[in-house]
């Protein structure tokens, strides 16, 4: 029954690509081959709670993908005359699907509420970076090595049918020196309310940014986020980010990353103010969005950054940034997105863009799954001052970029990335080697 399942699914359900983020997980990555859902499916199909596709049979031999088996469990739970046995197999299918289920606007929590108050994920990760920089004498080179680990927890914790509560802690450190001020410590990066009402989703507290591009960052902010609509969905944020964190966001004269000595904001000025808009479109196999971002409130330190960023005499850090992204999935395997962004308050390096060409992708729960990517960035310093790209290409940098995942067992991941370009202000050749074991529970 599995292997007669999944094709028509495949042709019939539209695909939820609700996602915003570029960092994120690919939203169209498969469901296993063995993964229980597809018993689960498969008896409700039997007992009639779940249809088939035009004659009522199910063909093919194609796995189908988290999506798609999101758009069965919502179809089956707006049945009212199931048996128990079969409520209690989509109530379970609910709560594993339940984040694809969010995004399609279904929602799940009082599906949850016989399952644990409090669910923990986590993953333990290891990377390695190497970067090079030509400087402006041709026979020298600066070179950075970094080993680092994070041991990461997610926790989240139900309160009613409508609100949750989510954290994320981080401990962290660097394998070379097993030491340092930070080595060990344990810290609360994340921690937001949830609520969730029909099509209107409300974050209060240090959240991630739920309009994640070219030009913002993954770091959390402290304020607000609302999402409502459907197809369309319409986010607006707010709130203040520390900005004692983006001392790279400008390089030195010799294209070498900013370091604490000169940080790009004066001495004292720790948050920068942040507002956003975004309007987001999914259906089928597109997805797109548009939007703006302002952000200002800390002064710069205009001696350290390449050029003025506005004017010479205006020491306010300031950004209107507009933004726009589309992404296509031609098939299974074949996927395309690019994403352009410019900064109207920048003199210079005020724009960034990306086009990206994905193949295939891996997912932690499927063994021996595996994807590439070829990508083509220039992500211009002030259009895309924390630009989520950074395991690879830098914000202030241009170039190739390639990357392949591979799933060496079930939750066990491997990362690979290469950039080969430049640093965009010193005109002055770059590399970074990327490499990353993911151990997700």
């Known amino acids: 029954m599995k292997k007669t399942l999944v094709s028509a699914l495949t042709t019939a359900l539209v695909v939820g690509a609700a996602s915003t983020t570029f960092a994120a997980a690919n939203p169209f990555s498969d469901v296993p081959a063995d993964h229980w859902a597809y018993d689960a499916v498969s008896q409700l199909a039997a007992d009639g709670v779940i249809e088939g596709y035009g004659d009522t049979t199910f063909r093919g031999n194609q796995n189908i993908t988290r999506y798609e088996m999101a758009q069965m469990v919502a179809k089956a739970m707006a049945k009212s005359d199931v048996s128990a046995a079969d409520k209690a197999l989509i109530d379970k299918l ?17 599906l949850e509420r016989n399952a644990d108050k409090v669910k923990w994920n986590g993953v333990l990760e290891y990377t390695y970076t190497s970067t090079r920089h030509d400087t402006q004498s041709a026979a020298t080179k600066s070179k950075k090595n970094v080993d680092e ?33 930070d080595t060990y410590d344990v810290k609360l990066k994340r921690v937001w309310a949830e609520g969730h009402y029909d099509n209107l989703n409300v974050k209060l507290g240090k959240l991630p940014n739920a309009i994640n591009l070219i030009s913002t960052t993954d770091d959390p902010y402290s304020g607000a986020a609302v999402t409502f609509g459907n197809d369309l969905k319409v986010t607006l944020e707010g709130g203040r980010i520390d900005a004692t ?39 089928n196999k597109f ?6 971002e302002h952000m ?56 960034a863009y990306s086009f990206e060409y994905d193949y295939k992708g891996a997912q932690p729960q499927n063994k021996g799954s595996w994807g590439m990517y070829l990508a ?8 895309a001052p924390w630009s989520t790209y950074g395991d690879g290409v830098d914000g202030g940098q241009k170039g190739i970029e390639v990357g392949t995942s591979y799933t060496l067992f079930q939750n066990v ?24 074991v993911d151990v997700f529970f």
């Open 94 to 110: 609910a709560a594993e699907f339940s984040d694809e289920l969010n995004n399609l606007g279904v929602r799940v929590a009082n």
């Open 149 to 181: 680990y994070v041991f990461r927890l997610e926790p989240k914790a139900e309160v009613n049918k409508n609100w949750d509560v989510h954290a994320r802690l981080d401990a962290n450190g660097l394998m070379d020196t097993d030491g340092g001020n």
């Open 245 to 283: 964190q983006f001392g790279d966001m400008g390089r030195d004269k010799d294209g070498l990353t900013s370091s604490d000595s000169n940080h790009i904001f004066a001495k004292g000025d720790d948050t920068v103010n942040f507002q956003a808009i975004n309007l987001g479109y999914a259906k």
């Open 287 to 292: 997805y797109g969005n548009t939007g703006y």
């Open 296 to 351: 200002d409130g800390a002064t710069l330190n205009t001696a350290n950054l390449v050029k003025p960023y506005t004017n010479s005499n205006d020491k306010e850090y300031k950004a209107n940034i507009w933004f726009v992204n589309a992404g296509y999935r031609f098939d299974h395997n074949n996927f395309f997105k690019a994403e352009y962004a410019q900064n109207t308050e920048a003199d210079n390096y005020d724009d």
């Open 376 to 383: 083509y960035r220039n992500l211009g310093q002030y259009a």
């Open 413 to 436: 991941q491997l990362f690979a990335k290469y950039f080969n370009g430049k640093d965009i202000a010193a005109d002055k050749d770059a590399q970074k080697l990327f490499g990353r």
